[in-house]
């Protein structure tokens, strides 16, 4: 299971400044997939070996002071419910404000490990003012400045501290079912699709956007299929509209998207795919998990004969480059294709785990490339003399040869579509690397 940590705290406390310090050191070097859009507001960042994602809860700066304070409020409590470890960064030039004193408030009644770190400490005599946080009930403060990453190390022992082990239990068997999670922007029918699939009424289904509070887990085991299905968390009831939408529904999504193999992405027919979807979909791929795109209420589309052609092109445009994904048309509604979902699922997710022999690569591969070799670049010729699949728990490929800095990446995509064509990884991302020999 993933640990997470939230940086809660008010604006220009430096709160991004520490989110792309932990994350972005990594984020660069990480994110080789092409075509992903970096996310402001989440990443991945490690210490001592412990990987942990990390949300930074500055959603969106907003004009009136009351709204604000409400959206400081939203953001406090989005982090209690997703985080496994919570940062609350204070000023030290500023000292107490009424927020932190609303938003400490808030923290000491949760449950949940809070970290306070005193932010903008660059000098001896403000480790001195530093004391006064202690009146936050907060317990130590850490003097860090995140501008000069002064003190962010011991801010980070103390965070990972309280991060769990990534625990395997005993029972491995269970460990090993493919975990399939429903997600989706609100109201588009992920509930209705895990009720159909479980015949039972397991998850309230009401047509107010938001009704399922939590994730929940189910194991089916039925029809000769045996895996986890989570619905996931809609988005809490709207108490006004005016909130960004998408920062909450995808942030609700980072969680079960982390502790799955394959998301199933919902979207509803009438509406196409908007950027919420998009977004959704981008942390699926950056977080390297299969995908079946599911296009619920197709019984409400008025048909033509090219009509699931025509439909099929746009969604393939819009998440390009990536587009060996499968992608289905139901009506959860009628049980319309709604076990082909469960089928392709599963297909996806062994496809995520399969390996290929690396003489099967190599016979297959070269051949290939040697038709189709890489553009020469500045009169050097580039050879790739042999391939491997790596090691990893999703499929990844070392290509080796001797000047790996000079491939380019339309032949990466290249390379890429051969080997999704001679072999099944529909469904998943997948990572070339390019090695010298």
Same mark, same amino acid.
């Given at each position: 299971?993933?640990?997470?940590?939230? *940086?809660?705290?008010?604006?220009?406390?430096?709160?991004?400044?520490?989110?792309?310090?932990?994350?972005?050191?990594?984020?660069?070097?990480?994110? /080789?997939?092409?075509?992903?859009?970096?996310?402001?507001?989440?990443?991945?960042?490690?210490?001592?070996?412990?990987? $942990?994602?990390?949300?930074?809860?500055?959603?969106?700066?907003?004009? %009136?002071?009351?709204? $604000?304070?409400?959206?400081?409020?939203?953001?406090?409590?989005?982090?209690?419910?997703?985080?496994?470890?919570?940062?609350?960064?204070?000023?030290?030039?500023? =000292?107490?404000?009424?927020?932190?004193? %609303?938003?400490?408030?808030?923290?000491?009644?949760?449950?949940?490990?809070?970290?306070?770190?005193?932010?903008?400490?660059?000098?001896?005599?403000?480790? #001195?003012?530093?004391?006064?946080?202690?009146?936050?009930?907060?317990?130590?403060? @850490?003097?860090?400045?995140?501008?000069?990453?002064?003190? %962010?190390?011991?801010?980070?022992? +103390?965070?990972?501290?309280?991060?769990?082990?990534?625990?395997?239990? !005993?029972?491995? /068997?269970?460990?090993?079912?493919?975990?399939?999670?429903?997600?989706?922007?609100?109201?588009?029918?992920?509930?209705?699709?895990?009720?159909?699939?479980? !015949?039972?009424?397991?998850?309230?289904?009401?047509?107010?956007?938001?009704?399922?509070?939590?994730?929940?887990?189910?194991?089916?085991?039925? $029809?000769? #299929? !045996? #895996? $986890?299905?989570?619905?996931?968390? =809609?988005?809490?009831?709207?108490?006004?509209?005016?909130?960004?939408?998408?920062?909450?529904?995808?942030?609700?999504?980072?969680?079960?998207?982390?502790?799955?193999?394959?998301?199933?992405?919902?979207?509803?027919?009438?509406?196409?795919?908007?950027?919420?979807?998009?977004?959704? @979909?981008?942390?699926?791929?950056?977080?390297?998990?299969?995908?079946?795109?599911?296009?619920?209420?197709?019984?409400?589309?008025?048909?033509?004969?090219?009509?699931?052609?025509?439909?099929?092109?746009?969604?393939?445009?819009?998440?390009?480059?990536?587009?060996?994904?499968?992608?289905?048309?139901?009506?959860?509604?009628?049980?319309?294709?709604?076990?082909?979902?469960?089928? %392709?699922?599963?297909?996806?997710? /062994?496809?995520?785990?399969?390996?290929?022999?690396?003489?099967?690569?190599?016979?297959?591969?070269?051949?290939? *490339? /040697?038709?189709?070799?890489?553009?020469?670049?500045?009169?050097? @010729?580039?050879?790739?003399?042999?391939?491997?699949?790596?090691?990893?728990?999703?499929?990844?490929?070392?290509?080796?040869?001797?000047?790996?800095?000079?491939?380019?990446?339309?032949?990466?995509?290249?390379? +890429?579509?051969?080997?999704?064509?001679? #072999?099944?990884?529909?469904?998943?991302?997948?990572?070339?690397?390019?090695?010298?020999?």
């Amino acid at each position: 299971m993933g640990n997470i940590l939230a *940086i809660v705290g008010r604006p220009n406390v430096g709160k991004s400044t520490l989110f792309n310090r932990l994350v972005g050191m990594r984020q660069a070097i990480v994110d /080789e997939m092409s075509g992903v859009t970096r996310d402001r507001h989440y990443g991945k960042s490690d210490w001592n070996g412990k990987e $942990f994602s990390v949300i930074d809860t500055g959603g969106y700066a907003i004009n %009136t002071d009351d709204i $604000f304070e409400t959206e400081i409020r939203k953001q406090v409590h989005l982090a209690i419910d997703e985080a496994d470890v919570i940062v609350f960064m204070v000023d030290v030039t500023t =000292g107490i404000t009424d927020f932190d004193d %609303t938003v400490a408030a808030i923290l000491r009644r949760e449950n949940k490990k809070v970290v306070l770190a005193v932010n903008k400490v660059d000098n001896s005599d403000r480790i #001195f003012d530093s004391h006064e946080f202690y009146k936050l009930g907060l317990g130590k403060p @850490y003097c860090v400045s995140s501008i000069s990453g002064s003190g %962010t190390g011991d801010l980070l022992d +103390e965070i990972v501290k309280h991060f769990s082990e990534n625990t395997n239990t !005993d029972n491995e /068997e269970i460990d090993a079912l493919p975990r399939i999670a429903v997600v989706g922007k609100p109201n588009v029918g992920k509930s209705s699709l895990t009720n159909a699939l479980l !015949d039972e009424e397991r998850n309230i289904v009401t047509p107010v956007a938001g009704t399922t509070r939590d994730s929940i887990e189910t194991r089916y085991n039925k $029809f000769g #299929f !045996d #895996f $986890f299905l989570t619905d996931t968390a =809609g988005l809490r009831k709207k108490n006004r509209v005016t909130e960004d939408l998408e920062f909450y529904s995808v942030m609700r999504s980072v969680r079960s998207i982390e502790n799955s193999d394959v998301c199933i992405l919902m979207m509803e027919a009438l509406q196409g795919v908007e950027s919420q979807d998009m977004s959704i @979909y981008n942390l699926i791929i950056k977080n390297k998990k299969g995908c079946v795109i599911v296009i619920n209420k197709w019984d409400l589309v008025e048909k033509e004969t090219n009509t699931m052609r025509d439909y099929k092109k746009k969604i393939l445009d819009r998440i390009a480059p990536f587009t060996d994904v499968p992608i289905i048309f139901v009506s959860v509604l009628n049980k319309l294709r709604i076990y082909d979902v469960l089928q %392709t699922a599963i297909k996806v997710a /062994e496809n995520r785990k399969r390996k290929i022999a690396t003489r099967q690569l190599n016979d297959t591969m070269l051949p290939l *490339i /040697e038709d189709t070799p890489p553009p020469a670049i500045k009169g050097k @010729y580039i050879k790739v003399k042999y391939i491997t699949q790596l090691a990893s728990p999703t499929p990844a490929f070392a290509f080796f040869c001797n000047l790996p800095q000079y491939i380019k990446e339309p032949y990466k995509r290249f390379l +890429e579509n051969r080997l999704r064509e001679n #072999f099944e990884f529909t469904g998943c991302p997948i990572q070339l690397f390019f090695r010298q020999k």
